[in-house]
């Protein structure tokens, strides 16, 4: 079965520092993982995703996501936080035994302190 | 190009009854996906539609069915709505039901059970 855990619930950072939001992931075969943010009352936008190949994913607004096979962990990153950057971070893997469908995990809300 | 867009926006029903939610995917998108999202949790899978045909389904009662037109939009019932039902209900589309392909997800319907 594939499935995801995000081991933290909230992440504080200070404007400007780098912050990261961790993600590992449990799946048999290659993983397919992404990452999506949620802002209040809206839906889920896509920031990134690693099928294959470099292992550092660069995505939308700056981010990127290091995918780490020996670690099983796919941890997302920027090197300089915005305030506006605070939201609500999922992390998702494919199951690639059905209809493809996006396992979730449950959510860092992550916040940028001024 | 227009993003997923879901209606209603706001939606509130009593216990028994039954509801109708709407997405138009994306122009050019053949596959869309429904997913809950409960207060606190991540977005759960509850069905995939591409091309018109069921391609999966996720963990949840025969009160839920959906469909898909052949403009490629769609429709998620539910019936005999319980107070667990409340959530929001995500629609995601993607070019083709491939695991590729990211899901591009819509504002969402905003569920609330009495």
């Known amino acids: 079965a594939q499935s995801v855990a995000q081991p933290e619930d909230q992440v504080n950072v200070a404007e400007g520092n780098p912050l990261t939001v961790k993600c590992t992931y449990s799946?048999?075969?290659?993983?397919?993982l992404f990452w999506y943010v949620q802002y209040p009352n809206r839906g889920l936008q896509f920031l990134l995703k690693?099928?294959?190949?470099?292992?550092l994913v660069k995505g939308s607004y700056g981010f990127e996501a290091e995918f780490n096979k020996s670690q099983t962990s796919f941890h997302l990153k920027k090197p300089s936080a915005l305030v506006s950057d605070s939201a609500l971070y999922f992390c998702?893997?494919?199951?690639?035994?059905?209809?493809?469908?996006?396992?979730f995990g449950t959510g860092t809300r992550l916040t940028v302190i001024p | 190009d227009a993003g997923v867009t879901q209606s209603p926006t706001h939606l509130i029903k009593t216990r028994g009854q039954q509801v109708t939610l709407r997405c138009s995917p994306i122009?050019?998108?053949?596959?869309v996906s429904w997913y809950q999202q409960v207060l606190g949790q991540g977005p759960q899978f509850i069905f995939q539609y591409y091309e018109k045909e069921e391609r999966g389904r996720g963990n949840f009662p025969d009160r839920f069915s959906a469909r898909q037109f052949p403009n490629y939009s769609s429709e998620l019932n539910v019936n005999a709505l319980l107070l667990g039902d409340s959530a929001l209900y995500l629609c995601?589309?993607?070019?083709?039901?491939?695991?590729?392909?990211?899901?591009?997800f819509g504002p969402g319907t905003r569920l609330t059970v009495l």
């Open positions: 122009s050019g998108h053949k596959s």
């Open positions: 690693y099928i294959t190949g470099d292992n």
């Open positions: 995601a589309s993607s070019r083709e039901g491939s695991a590729h392909n990211e899901q591009f």
């Open positions: 799946v048999s075969g290659n993983p397919y």
């Open positions: 998702a893997v494919r199951d690639l035994t059905g209809a493809n469908n996006l396992f």
